[in-house]
C-alpha cells in the first residue's frame, strides 16, 4: 500500500526529497524508479504464491526499497532485526522466503541472497528512468495480506500481529491527519487574534450528495472553516478568507467566472478543486487569468469518492483526469473483462477502501455496477504511458454536465412523445470556447409545441441545462438500432463550433 503514495508523489511532485542525508539525497522520482526496478528484478516472486516474505538487510535504504518492492508486486512483508533476535523474530513470523542483504541468515533454503552487485546491475542508469517505465501497481483486495510483524510492548510475551493493504491504508491516512492537523493548529496560533489561520474550504457540491457531505466533513473534523457557497455573497466570501480551498463543479466554476470583475487579477490565495466533470483548456485559461493560478482536478464518483487527481495545467490533454490515488485501484477492461494496456480505450473499473459495497435499494443495479469486487461507475477511458488516466465519454447513454448527470435516451423518450419529431439523437459536444452542452438533433417537418416539451423535461430533470436543437435529415445509428451519438458529434461538430457560434454571436 505504502509503495503507492511513493508512486503517486514521483508523478506529482517528484524532485521533492523523499530520502534525505549528509552523505544523499533521493527524490521520490528516484525512489520511485529504484522500486520499480527491483519489482522487475523480483517479478517472478509473483508465480510462487508466497503468503509473505521477510527482509534483512542493513542498509535502510536497500531495506526499505526491498520492502516498497514487495508491495509493489502485491506480496506481504515484514522486516528482521540485524542482530541475534532475528532468530526468536523467525520462530514467529515464519515467512515463507526471507530476502538477505549483506552479512545476514547464514545460507539454507528459502532465502534469497542479494549482494551489492546484484542491486548494481539491477540498478545500473536508473537515474534516467521515465515514468512510463514505472512498475505498475499489482491489483489487489484490501483485504489482502500487506504487513507482518512482532510485538511485545503491551505483553509479557512477543506476539504476531497482520495487517491487510486496507488496514495499512487506514493506518497511514490516520497519520498523515494528525501530521497535517498539527501543523494547521500551528499555523492558527500564529494568526491568533485574526482568525482561523488554517485554509477555509468553500464547496458547492450540497450535502445532499455524500461527497459533498463528505468534503464538508473532513473541513470540520481538520478544524478548519467551513464558509458560506452562498451564490450572491460569493465574492465577499473569496475576500474575506485569509487562504481558501474552492471545491466547484465545472458549471459552478464557469458562473464564478462571468460574475468576476473583466479586470480583475488572480488570487494567491485561493485554491480550486474541479469535481464531477470534464474541464476545458479554455475554462482553465481564463481561471488562471483572472481567478487563481492554483486548480486541481479531481475524477471520482459519490461511490468511490476521489480515485485520480491532478494539478490542471500539468495534465496533457482537455481529458486528462490525473494520476490514480494511492488508496484507489483503477483499471481499463475491454468487453470480455481483460486489462487493456496504455493507450486502449476501454470501461473503467475501480476498487479501494473508498468504495461502498452496493446500493441499500436496488440490488438490480448493484449487481449490474458492482462485481467480482470491482466498482464499474460506467465511463470510458484510458491511460496514458505515464500513468495519466484520460475520459472518453460513457458507456451508456448518461452524460456529465457542469456535475450533474443526464441520460440521454430519457431525454429523447421525451422528445419522441412529441408526434410532429420524427426521430431525434442527443448528443453532448463542446463550443468553441471549449463549453461542452446538451444538442437535440431533430428530424421534423411540422411545428411543434416546443414549450410543452421543455416542461415535461424540467419535471424529469429540474436542473437540464437548455438544449441546442438542430434540424437534420437523419439520425445515425450503430449496429444494433441505437443513436450513435459519436458519429452525430462529429458530423455536427464543425457546425456547432463555427456557424452555430457566429450566429450566436451575431444574435
Not at 486502449?344 to 446500493?359: A, M, N, P, S, T
Not at 500513468?387 to 457542469?402: F, P, T, W, Y
Not at 423518450?413 to 448528443?427: K, N, Q, Y
Request: some cysteine.
Amino acid at each position: 500500500m505504502l509503495d503507492r503514495f511513493i508512486l503517486y508523489n514521483a508523478r506529482c511532485s517528484g524532485s521533492v526529497i523523499a530520502f534525505g542525508g549528509l552523505s544523499r539525497n533521493f527524490s521520490f522520482s528516484l525512489l520511485e524508479a529504484t522500486v520499480s526496478r527491483v519489482a522487475y528484478a523480483l517479478d517472478e516472486l509473483r508465480s510462487l504464491n508466497l503468503r509473505h516474505v521477510a527482509v534483512q538487510c542493513a542498509d535502510t535504504w536497500r531495506h526499505w526499497i526491498l520492502v516498497l518492492a514487495l508491495g509493489r508486486l502485491g506480496i506481504a512483508s515484514s522486516s528482521l532485526v540485524n542482530s541475534c533476535e532475528f532468530t526468536h523474530d523467525m520462530a514467529l513470523l515464519q515467512p515463507e522466503l526471507v530476502i538477505v542483504h549483506g552479512r545476514g541468515l547464514p545460507l539454507a533454503d528459502g532465502r534469497l541472497i542479494l549482494g551489492d552487485d546484484w542491486f548494481d546491475r539491477v540498478l545500473s542508469g536508473v537515474e534516467k528512468d521515465e515514468p512510463s517505465a514505472y512498475y505498475p501497481p499489482v491489483s489487489v483486495k484490501p483485504s489482502a495480506l500487506c504487513r507482518v510483524a512482532v510485538v511485545s510492548g503491551t505483553r509479557r510475551d512477543s506476539h504476531l500481529i497482520e495487517l491487510s493493504f486496507g488496514e495499512v491504508e487506514a493506518a497511514l491516512l490516520r497519520l498523515m491527519y494528525q501530521d497535517m492537523n498539527e501543523l494547521f493548529m500551528r499555523a492558527a496560533s500564529v494568526t491568533e487574534g485574526v482568525g482561523n489561520g488554517k485554509p477555509h474550504l468553500l464547496c458547492t457540491v450540497g450535502p445532499q450528495s455524500i461527497s459533498g457531505y463528505l468534503m464538508a466533513g473532513a473541513a470540520l473534523a481538520a478544524g478548519t472553516t467551513l464558509r458560506s457557497n452562498d451564490s450572491q455573497n460569493i465574492g465577499r466570501e473569496i475576500v474575506s478568507a485569509p487562504s481558501l480551498l474552492m471545491v466547484m463543479t465545472p458549471a459552478h466554476l464557469e458562473h464564478a467566472l462571468k460574475a468576476l470583475p473583466p479586470q480583475m487579477k488572480p488570487l494567491s490565495h485561493v485554491y480550486i478543486t474541479v469535481v464531477g466533470g470534464g474541464l476545458s483548456q479554455a475554462c482553465l485559461e481564463r481561471t488562471r487569468a483572472h481567478f487563481t493560478p492554483h486548480v486541481q482536478v479531481i475524477y471520482g464518483a459519490d461511490e468511490s469518492g476521489a480515485v485520480t487527481a491532478i494539478a490542471a495545467e500539468k495534465r496533457s490533454d482537455d481529458k486528462s483526469v490525473g494520476v490514480v490515488l494511492p488508496w484507489a485501484d483503477v483499471q481499463i477492461v475491454d468487453a470480455e473483462g481483460r486489462v487493456l494496456t496504455h493507450g486502449e480505450v476501454g470501461e473503467i473499473r475501480l476498487r479501494g477502501g473508498g468504495v461502498v459495497q452496493g446500493y441499500a435499494d436496488d440490488s438490480q443495479a448493484s449487481a449490474a455496477s458492482f462485481r467480482e469486487g470491482w466498482f464499474y461507475p460506467g465511463d470510458k477511458g484510458y491511460f496514458s504511458a505515464s500513468g495519466e488516466l484520460h475520459l472518453c465519454g460513457r458507456v451508456d447513454a448518461l452524460v456529465s454536465i457542469g456535475g450533474a448527470k443526464f441520460d440521454c435516451g430519457l431525454v429523447e423518450d421525451i422528445l419522441r412523445s412529441e408526434p410532429a419529431i420524427e426521430d431525434v439523437g442527443v448528443f453532448l459536444a463542446s463550443d468553441a470556447e471549449g463549453q461542452e452542452g446538451l444538442y437535440v438533433a431533430l428530424v421534423a417537418h411540422e411545428r411543434f409545441d416546443d414549450a410543452s416539451l421543455s416542461q415535461k423535461m424540467r419535471q424529469r430533470y429540474p436542473t437540464l441545462p437548455p438544449l441546442v436543437m438542430i434540424w437534420v435529415r437523419s439520425i445515425p445509428r450503430n449496429e444494433q438500432g441505437g443513436v450513435d451519438r459519436t458519429a452525430l458529434r462529429e458530423s455536427l461538430e464543425g457546425y456547432i463550433r463555427q456557424e452555430l457560434m457566429q450566429s450566436r454571436s451575431e444574435a
